[in-house]
C-alpha cells in the first residue's frame, strides 16, 4: 500500500493547488429525498447551513450554496452512508470529487439515518436501499434543474459499511436471504428476525447497469454473498477494509467477499477501525459521538484521508475514462 500512498497523497496536492470550493445544492423540498449535491464551482469557500437537515450536531456545510456549476459532460458519483449515518458523513470524499470535476450525490437513507432508525433492522431495508439510490439517480439524471452538465456514460459509486453493501447490489450481487437463519435464534427478537421467521422476506433487490465502477468501504452483510451470488458483478471496484473492524463489520469477512468477486480486487487495508472512513470529526462531534472518532494511537485520521480521497478521485478517473484536470 506504500506505493499507492505515495501516489495518491502526490496526486491530492496536485489537485489542491488550484481548489476553489465544491458548490452545494440541498435537497430539502422532498423528505424523502433528503441530502445534498456537490459540484464544481469557481468561488471561495463559505459555510453552507444546512437548515431542516441539521443531523448528528452538524449544522452547516463548507461549499457555495447554489453556485453555478463549472463544467460540462461531469461524471456523476452517488455517495451512500452507512447504517445509522448521514448524507453528509462523507463530506470530504464528496469536496474532493467535486474539486476534481464530479458531481456528487447523497440522501438520508428512509428509516436508515440518524434522525430515524425506525427500519435499520428490517429486511426490507435490504431492498429499499438500492430502490432509494436508483430514484436518486434517475432524480439527477432526469429532474436536477443541472442535469445538463452530467455525462449519464460515467457513473460511479463509493459507499461505506451498508452503502457498500448497496453498491454491492446495485453492481449486480443478488443475497442470500436464507443466510440470515443462523442469526435468529429464538432470542433474537429484532424485526428483521420476526420478519424472517413470519417468512416476510423481501424480493430481490434491484441493480442498475448505469453505475459503471465503484468504491466500497467496508462492506456490511458479507454472510449474505457466496461467489456464486457476486457473480453479476462485473463492473471495475475499488476495495477499502479497516483492520480492526467494528460498528458490526468483521474485515474477515470484507476478504472474503473481495475474493468471491470476479477478478478478485485488490483490497487496501487501513490501520485503524471501521469508522476511520467517516469524515474527520470535528470537536463538537468528537464530544457528543467519541465512538465514532477515537483512532488507533499514531493513526492521523485527517492524513489518511487525504490519501483515501486521492485514491478514489483517481480510481474513478481513470475508470470512467475522465480526462485529466477540472472542466
Known amino acids: 500500500m506504500r506505493r499507492l500512498s505515495w501516489f495518491c497523497l502526490a496526486l491530492f496536492f496536485c489537485f489542491a493547488t488550484s481548489a476553489q470550493a465544491a458548490g452545494i445544492q440541498l435537497l430539502d423540498a422532498d423528505p424523502t429525498l433528503a441530502g445534498a449535491i456537490w459540484y464544481p464551482c469557481a468561488a471561495e469557500p463559505q459555510q453552507v447551513a444546512l437548515g431542516r437537515l441539521t443531523m448528528n450536531f452538524i449544522d452547516a456545510l463548507q461549499g457555495v450554496k447554489d453556485c453555478p456549476v463549472s463544467g460540462s459532460k461531469l461524471p456523476l458519483v452517488i455517495i451512500a452512508h452507512g447504517r445509522g449515518g448521514w448524507f453528509g458523513g462523507h463530506d470530504d470524499t464528496a469536496q474532493a470529487l467535486a474539486d476534481a470535476g464530479f458531481v456528487v450525490a447523497a440522501i438520508n437513507y428512509r428509516g436508515d439515518n440518524g434522525?430515524?432508525?425506525?427500519?435499520?433492522?428490517?429486511?426490507?431495508?435490504?431492498?429499499?436501499?438500492?430502490?432509494?439510490?436508483?430514484?436518486?439517480?434517475?432524480?439527477?439524471?432526469?429532474?436536477?434543474?443541472?442535469?445538463?452538465?452530467?455525462?449519464?456514460?460515467?457513473?460511479?459509486?463509493?459507499?461505506?459499511?451498508?452503502?457498500?453493501?448497496?453498491?454491492?447490489?446495485?453492481?449486480?450481487?443478488?443475497?442470500?436471504?436464507?443466510?440470515?437463519?443462523?442469526?435468529?435464534?429464538?432470542?433474537?427478537?429484532?424485526?428483521?428476525?420476526?420478519?424472517?421467521?413470519?417468512?416476510?422476506?423481501?424480493?430481490?433487490?434491484?441493480?442498475?447497469?448505469?453505475?459503471?465502477?465503484?468504491?466500497?468501504?467496508?462492506?456490511?452483510?458479507?454472510?449474505?454473498?457466496?461467489?456464486?451470488?457476486?457473480?453479476?458483478?462485473?463492473?471495475?471496484?475499488?476495495?477499502?477494509?479497516?483492520?480492526?473492524?467494528?460498528?458490526?463489520?468483521?474485515?474477515?469477512?470484507?476478504?472474503?467477499?473481495?475474493?468471491?468477486?470476479?477478478?478478485?480486487?485488490?483490497?487496501?487495508v487501513v490501520p485503524a477501525g471501521h469508522f476511520a472512513f467517516l469524515s474527520p470529526c470535528t470537536a463538537k462531534f468528537a464530544a457528543e459521538l467519541p465512538r465514532l472518532c477515537i483512532d488507533p494511537a499514531g493513526f492521523d485520521r485527517t492524513a489518511f484521508h487525504q490519501e483515501f480521497n486521492a485514491g478514489i478521485v483517481s480510481f474513478l478517473r481513470e475508470t470512467l475514462a475522465l480526462e485529466g484536470g477540472r472542466r
Open 115 to 268: 434522525a430515524d432508525r425506525s427500519q435499520s433492522e428490517s429486511l426490507y431495508n435490504i431492498t429499499t436501499r438500492p430502490a432509494d439510490t436508483i430514484r436518486l439517480l434517475n432524480f439527477m439524471l432526469n429532474d436536477w434543474r443541472d442535469r445538463a452538465v452530467i455525462d449519464p456514460d460515467k457513473i460511479g459509486f463509493f459507499g461505506f459499511s451498508a452503502g457498500a453493501y448497496t453498491g454491492l447490489i446495485l453492481a449486480g450481487a443478488n443475497p442470500d436471504f436464507q443466510k440470515i437463519a443462523p442469526f435468529c435464534t429464538e432470542s433474537n427478537k429484532s424485526l428483521g428476525c420476526e420478519q424472517f421467521r413470519n417468512g416476510d422476506i423481501p424480493p430481490e433487490p434491484p441493480h442498475d447497469s448505469r453505475i459503471r465502477a465503484a468504491v466500497l468501504a467496508d462492506t456490511a452483510l458479507n454472510f449474505m454473498f457466496s461467489p456464486e451470488r457476486l457473480a453479476g458483478v462485473r463492473i471495475p471496484l475499488q476495495i477499502w477494509r479497516s483492520k480492526s473492524g467494528g460498528g458490526g463489520v468483521d474485515p474477515r469477512d470484507v476478504v472474503l467477499t473481495a475474493s468471491g468477486l470476479p477478478g478478485k480486487p485488490a483490497v487496501h
